[in-house]
């Protein structure tokens, strides 16, 4: 009963852990569109190295919640649902600001060209041909 009552503490601990980062990469998410609705543009390598990482620990965070999940039988406690189901809820507003984000930095960047679009021919049969004999 003891090792029970430990596996579902670290589940639990794992989940509201997991709760807290989905809320981080949240806030990180909200910043980066504001800065992108007021100037337009995010210049800093920083951001990216930053979104990098917190989709790294993101990662790592998911993994520890599978793995306290498989080590044993886990009651799903109103509190352990509700720490889940918050972290699926800031998944997804994240998911969809960082969509909304991704097309203001299109917007920007499609606005903010020189106003040419460049289209490019239609390559010939016998270039497609010699471009994939070249990748052999």
């Not at 509201?16 to 981080?24: I, K, M, Q, R, T």
Request: charged share 25%; glycine share 6%.
């Amino acid at each position: 009963m003891r090792i029970e009552s430990q596996t579902s503490s670290s589940v639990v601990e794992a989940v509201f852990a997991h709760s807290a980062l989905c809320e981080e990469v949240y806030s990180f998410l909200l910043e980066e569109n504001r800065v992108l609705r007021s100037s337009g543009r995010l210049m800093q390598q920083g951001i990216l190295d930053k979104k990098k990482m917190l989709l790294g620990a993101l990662e790592e965070s998911l993994g520890r919640v599978k793995v306290a999940a498989r080590a044993g039988k886990i009651a799903k406690t109103p509190a352990l649902r509700a720490a889940s189901l918050k972290a699926q809820r800031i998944l997804l507003k994240s998911m969809l600001l960082d969509k909304e984000n991704e097309q203001l930095l299109l917007k920007h960047a499609l606005s903010s060209s020189s106003g040419e679009v460049h289209i490019l021919p239609k390559p010939t049969a016998n270039q497609v041909r010699r471009r994939y004999e070249g990748q052999n």
